[in-house]
């Protein structure tokens, strides 16, 4: 696991466990995840998360490390067609 994410990769992983954005207070964004009712408030910034902070995050909604490291590996693909051509393109998210 990489010491620090951005808010952003926080939020990009938490969305792909199911949880959704309830509000947003000034620079935080409230989180929950609808059948558990789990809920949790990320910062929203530019600045990287410190490695306390994304622990305590994830205490907070009851996620493991090890869970938010597995979605590092996800893949993500988009086809899209160019006139008769049909484009496939990986990256990882």
Do not use: W
Not at 5 to 30: A, C, M, N, W
Not at 59 to 65: G, Q, T
Not at 69 to 81: A, D, I, P, Q
């Amino acid at each position: 696991m990489p010491k620090v994410y951005t808010p952003k990769q926080v939020l990009v992983k938490l969305k792909k466990l199911g949880f959704i954005e309830d509000r947003q207070s000034g620079s935080h964004i409230v989180l929950i995840e609808p059948e558990s009712k789990r809920r949790a408030v990320t910062p929203f910034h530019l600045k990287q998360l410190p490695k306390r902070t994304l622990s305590s995050i994830l205490r907070e909604m009851k996620i493991s490390k090890k869970t938010l490291n597995r979605l590092n590996n996800s893949v993500k693909s988009e086809t899209f067609t160019l006139g008769n051509l049909s484009v496939c393109r990986r990256f990882r998210i």
